[in-house]
């Protein structure tokens, strides 16, 4: 579990002990109940990180939305969308082994997540990591209840592949955009999970 899930989590659990031993057991059972839901979305469970190389593993755990050709800063690129529900592991993974490169906070909007002007419009986190497959952007887009994202690198740090990066809280998306290139390995639809499951391969050009 990440430490933020201990600062939501465990003053909850000491509200329910306290009305539990004042016989009010059905106030504290409800207090009990809400405290595992929160502790259980800020769970960060181990992953096994794919080996096969060239993988790009998932940013995020969720549910493929959008799989899109557009362009960014006047290069194209595939972006594929990831939709995460208030049940999904909320803990982001660098898609890459590389250097954080850029990082950029934007104001904005908190639409609903799973639409495609969230990508655009709502508050997000950019961040690149550029390494020996090139380079790979990822946003982290708050949604309609998650208003807080959390990014824990710095420009320069070294990365490796599905190594933990932050996390957004209570439902959000996060987009990655990679090389038209890369052989996607997702498609609409698909449950996927952050750091072990296989996004795309980035073939050599040699």
């Known amino acids: 579990m990440v430490k933020e899930g201990y600062?939501?989590?465990?003053?909850?659990v000491l509200m329910a002990g306290g009305l539990l031993g004042s016989k009010l057991y059905v106030s504290g059972a409800i207090f009990l109940i809400i405290a595992f839901l929160i502790l259980n979305f800020f769970r960060d469970p181990e992953r096994q990180i794919p080996s096969e190389s060239g993988a790009v593993v998932s940013p995020a755990d969720g549910r493929v939305v959008q799989v899109v050709e557009e362009e960014l800063e006047g290069r194209p690129v595939r972006r594929v969308s990831i939709f995460m529900s208030p049940l999904d592991v909320h803990v982001n993974r660098s898609p890459i082994s590389g250097t954080v490169r850029d990082v950029s906070y934007h104001k904005g909007s908190f639409r609903v997540a799973s639409?495609?002007?969230?990508?655009?419009?709502?508050?997000?986190?950019?961040?690149?990591?550029?390494?020996e497959q090139g380079t790979v952007v990822v946003k982290q887009i708050a949604g309609l209840l998650a208003r807080r994202i959390v990014f824990w690198k710095r420009p320069g740090d070294a990365l490796e592949r599905g190594e933990r990066v932050g996390l957004i809280k209570f439902g959000s998306r996060v987009d990655i955009l990679m090389d038209p290139e890369v052989e996607l390995r997702v498609k609409v639809g698909d449950h996927i999970r952050a750091g072990s499951s296989i996004i795309g391969i980035t073939r050599s050009k040699t």
């Open 115 to 131: 639409l495609e002007i969230a990508s655009v419009e709502n508050e997000r986190n950019v961040f690149s990591v550029e390494g």
């Open 7 to 12: 600062w939501y989590g465990l003053p909850l």
